[in-house]
Structure formats: C-alpha cells, structure tokens
C-alpha cells in the first residue's frame, strides 16, 4: 500500500537511461502511483535503454516503487491508451530528444490543450530548445561541455570525468524538484506547466562556486586534485596504514589542527600566517603536515582530530562505506524483496520526513507485470487487453 506526500499524485513515466528514471524515483520513493511506460518486446525501443539487466544492481535501484505497463506509443491505439491514462493523472515525465514527443503528438503544448491540470516535465540533453536542442545527450558530454572535466583530476593530467553520472542524477533531482514546485504552484492557479531542465544545465548549476569565481572574478578554475581549490589545507595525506582526509581551513580550525597534532612549529611559521598566505605557500604546507600526518595510523589521527574539532575522516571503499557504523545508523541501505532475487537493499532517499518518511515499496517489477490491472483500471476486460496484447499494443 502507497502511502507519503505524494500518495495523491500519478505520475506516467515515459522516460529511460538515467536522468528521467531519476527524477520519477524521487517521486515513487515519496509515494507517488508511477506506471512506467516500455515498449513491448519486439516493438522498436522495446529491446532496453533501462539500466541494464532488469534482474540487476543499476535497474533494480532505479526502477524500485513503479508499476509497469507495456505500451506501443508508435500505434493509435497505443496512444489512446496513453491519453486515457493521462485523464486521471497528475505529471507525466519524458526524456526524449526534443523532435521525438512532437512526431508521437505527445508534446507539452498538445496535451497541455487536452489536459490543463497536467504538470509535464520534460528532461534533455542541451534544452527544448536552441542550436543544440536536437543532439543526442549523455552524462560524460555533458560533463565535459559543462566544465567539470576540466577542474576534476590532478594539476596537468588532463580532462577527468567523475566516477558517477553526475549531470544525469543532479537533473533528474532538478527535474523532480521542478515537479513539486508545478504541483505547488496548481493548487493555486489549478493548471499544469512545462517543467525543463537539460544535462548541461545542470552540469553548470552543480559547478557552483567554481563557476561564481569566473563569472564574477574572471577566474578561470583549474584541477586542483586532491586539494581544495580555494580551502587550504584540505587534501588527501598519507598515515603509518594508509590514508586520510583533513579539511583544516580557516584561521581557528588551522589553529586547532597545529595544537591537536603537536605542530605548534607549523602554527608560528609566519609563511601560513594567514589563508592568502597558506594558499601562496599550499604545497610547503602540505609537506610539513604530511610529514606529521604520517606517524600515526589514520583512525588514531581521526580520533584526535574529532575530538579537537577538526574535519577529517577515512576514504572508504564502497564495501567500507555501507559497514560504517554511522551509515548503518541512518539506513540509507533500504531493504526489499525480489521474487526472483529474494531479500536485497538499495540506496535509499538523502532526506528524510518525520511524519511522512518515504518507502520502498517494492522492488523494480518486470517488464509489463502490471499491464493486465493498470488496463482493467481503465476499463478494459479480458478479452479486449487480449486483443491488443495479439497486436503487440502491450
């Protein structure tokens, strides 16, 4: 049973990859009735594009709290099916290129005549719009169009791109967020509206301080590495067993760190005096603390360095992350039941409510499980949902 913020709330999914899976996630996890749209098998479009096998780790983690409904969109009676659903919904939500929702008759300005309640987010590479509009998107493009490929890395290695698809999970976010905002503002006006977002956009919001230093500054970032471009010393340094993040920026905290550590010769040296001057002397810096950072082992230095109130803290693999004590007290590793994989965990939300947490429900379901009750739902008997499972409509 669906409960949350959301409960009241459907949502048609017509999205696949990542970005648009990402935002309908966000809603599903807060209790949203999602019935995620895939093309039938043998049908164009109907071979993948979901995250891999249905049966493992990235699908199952994406695609948990929907149902799934096979729908051919390439057919009229697929498309009456559709917009029978979408009498009865709140949001639909599609990646498509911006050219493809247009051929299908299926775009914002068209349903938004038919259906003026419907909040319709649409998510794409560079934008509904513009020069680059009709190019295909992928995270790494965007990553590198962006700007973060070149401010990620070590000084000189050249362009890197982060180990996650950060352009895709940060506008599926933006999008679901953008999603909210409509159905907010619809309970004033009592109409729907166009929600954008692209990769790239999102890529350049997630820049952050790095881009306000161009913008305002003139200053271009570069790769900094392990160092924090701006927060000096923040870094990676090496113990008697392995290694460890510091974050000892600032006048107080620098203090602190010296005083904790025994390096009192540091805190006097009138070269790291003040933030412009470490930052002008950051690698003799980074030297000296190495040298004492690297007599202890890393949980004795993290010991004394919380207990001082300096940030510092391990670097986990991810095995290590989710057997950390403070990760396994949040249980952001979620439990549920496959029937064919039986008991597993996925990531769960980063937010959570006090009253109305979200849930996970059930695990991602396979392909059309619940195409037979979604078409009852709509009125369809056995033998009529027959009828179109014979013409490859589900």
Known sequence: MRTGPLERFRVIDLTRVRSGPTCVRQLADWGADVIQIEAPDGVAGGGGGFGGNRHGPDFQNLHRNKRSLTLDLKSPDGIDILKKLLTDADVVVENFRPDVKHRLGIDYETLHATYPRLVYASISGFGQDGPYANRPGFDQIAQGMGGLMSITGLPGQGPVRVGI??????????????????LLEREKSGL???????????????????????????????????????GIPTGVFKTTD?????????????????????????????????GTLRSTHRDALNSEIGAVLATRSTAEWIAVLNEAGVPSGPINRIDEVFVDEQVRHLGIAKPVHHPVLGDIAVVGQAVRLSRTPSEIRTAARDKGADSHAILGELGFDDSAIEALRVARTI
Not at 165 to 182: H, K, N, Q, R, S
Not at 197 to 226: K, Y
């Open 165 to 182: 698809p950060v352009a895709d999970l940060t506008a599926g976010i933006f999008a679901a967020m953008g999603v909210l905002l409509a």
């Open 192 to 230: 729907g509206q166009w929600v954008q977002t692209s990769l790239l956009e999102a890529q350049i919001a997630m820049l952050d301080f790095q881009a306000a230093r161009w913008l305002i500054d003139r200053d271009v970032p570069g790769q900094a590495g392990n160092n924090h471009p701006t």
């Open 242 to 274: 392995g290694v460890m993040n510091l974050a000892a920026t600032g006048g107080e905290i620098f203090a602190r760190f010296c005083k904790a550590v025994g390096a009192l010769h540091i805190l006097d040296n009138p070269n790291y005096a003040s």
